[in-house]
């Protein structure tokens, strides 16, 4: 469904609080002077943007401005929602530790409070909807905070974050199936851990945290694919040996042929950091002006170029926002699309990293096997 003009403008109205976070003007769209938006026809029209209580997508072409409204941030999880307690709430830590810890939320909030802007995406995420990608401004305290808390002892190699969610799962030995109580659970080395980068949130956009965001806590791990961000966080383990839960180990892995010496090498290996990419978002006409917005992911390198081809024709510069510069917030940027016939058409954009990392086409990706991780140029279909 294409929103309606009207519905985008409600969306607007209630975006003005913004302002506060420091939006500049010029990115939010001008409705009021006319502004329409180009239809994509890469979209169906009867996608359907929540199609269950708990799951929800962005609708990419509503993108005004830097942050994702918690009620629009795209939400995904195994089990469904848990309803966590937040006045009983207890967050453990345990293991190779020091001291096991059983933190209340005000204890945990006396640990300290920063602020980051972190965008992601599920690593599933994919054209032609791009929409389980959302960007927000969370508040928390470093995990290494916690951590130090709890005094790590040297023996450590990871972290386990476990989400109060549980399922039942099959696991697989050999021969033999075992069917065993499973809670949502991830890891991270050492390193990572206590980079003093990962936060422990319990506020996006200056709001507490909803039911969809994991509420009342959550781990985010800048740079990292939203499966990382371990929701409704009750329970970090530290251990020496290597966690290897269905999430870690199994449902969230790629399987990709790389070239090595001129040999093919068939690489697994688990989902961690988001592969540079970049995705059209909208498009949109005021008077004689047609205006193209994107929009990038990544690990958090710095960006030397976003380009957009129009037609397959000479690859040209767009602009980064200047107001989504933080190092792991998405960027958004805009495009002047000069000469825009009434008709079909074809654009598809292309971002450079500083370290020269060039995002691939699909054809590139012809021995990227499983589908995650898809982070290829993608030609959207628009019809002006
Ligand atoms: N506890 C828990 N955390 C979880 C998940 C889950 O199933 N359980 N799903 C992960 C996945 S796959 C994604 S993409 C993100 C989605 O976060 P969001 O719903 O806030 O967008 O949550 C991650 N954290
Ligand atoms: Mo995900």
């Known amino acids: 469904m294409i929103p309606k003009r009207r519905d985008l403008l409600k969306s607007t109205l209630a975006l003005t609080g913004l302002a506060a976070f420091g939006v500049p003007e010029w990115i939010l769209p ?31 072409r509503t993108i005004n401005g830097p942050l994702t409204a918690p009620e629009r941030f795209f939400t995904t999880q195994h089990y469904g929602h848990p309803t966590v307690d937040a006045a009983a709430f207890r967050l453990k830590v345990s293991g190779l530790v020091n001291r096991p810890l059983s933190l209340s939320l005000d204890e945990i909030k006396r640990l300290g409070s920063t602020e980051l802007e972190a965008g992601f995406e599920c ?53 033999q199936k075992f069917t065993v109580d499973q809670q949502f659970g991830r890891s991270l080395p050492k390193d990572i851990a206590l980079s003093g980068e ?31 961000n371990v929701k409704w966080l009750s329970e970090i383990h530290a251990q020496e040996e290597e966690y290897l839960g269905k999430f870690q180990a199994r449902w969230y892995r790629s399987l990709k042929g790389e070239t090595i010496n001129g040999e093919l090498h068939w690489k697994e290996a688990a989902i961690t950091r988001m592969q540079l990419k970049s995705f059209i978002a909208r498009v949109s006409q005021a008077g004689t002006r047609t205006t193209v917005l994107g929009v990038v992911l990544n690990d958090g ?17 767009a602009t980064l926002d200047p107001s989504t510069r933080a190092k792991y917030g998405w960027k958004l940027f805009t495009f002047d699309w000069k000469g825009a016939t009434p008709g079909e058409h074809t654009l598809v954009s292309r971002v450079t990293d500083t370290a020269g990392r060039v995002q691939p086409t699909a054809e590139d990706l012809a021995n990227k096997k499983t ?11 628009v019809r002006v």
Do not use: C
Not at 41 to 55: K, Y
Not at 165 to 172: A, I, L, Q
Not at 301 to 317: F, H, K, L, M, Y
């Open 123 to 175: 690593s599933g995420n994919r054209r032609p909807l791009q929409g389980l990608s959302g960007n927000g401004r969370w508040t928390g305290v470093p995990l290494k905070a916690v951590l130090d808390r709890a005094g790590v002892k040297a023996e450590t190699r990871e972290f386990v974050f476990f989400g109060a969610d549980k399922g039942e799962e099959e696991v697989e030995f050999r021969t």
């Open 371 to 381: 589908f995650l991780e898809d982070n290829s140029q993608h030609p959207r279909k």
């Open 30 to 60: 001008a409705l009021a002077q006319g502004e329409t938006l180009v239809p994509f026809t890469d979209i169906p029209d009867n996608v359907n943007f929540e199609p269950g209580p708990d799951r929800r997508l962005l609708d990419v």
């Open 301 to 317: 390198t710095p960006i030397r170029s976003v380009e957009v081809q129009v037609d397959g024709g000479a690859w040209q510069p």
């Open 198 to 228: 990962p936060l422990v949130v319990w506020a996006m956009n200056g709001q507490p945290l909803t039911k969809h965001q994991g509420a009342p806590l959550r781990l985010v791990v800048p740079g990292y694919y939203g499966v990382a």
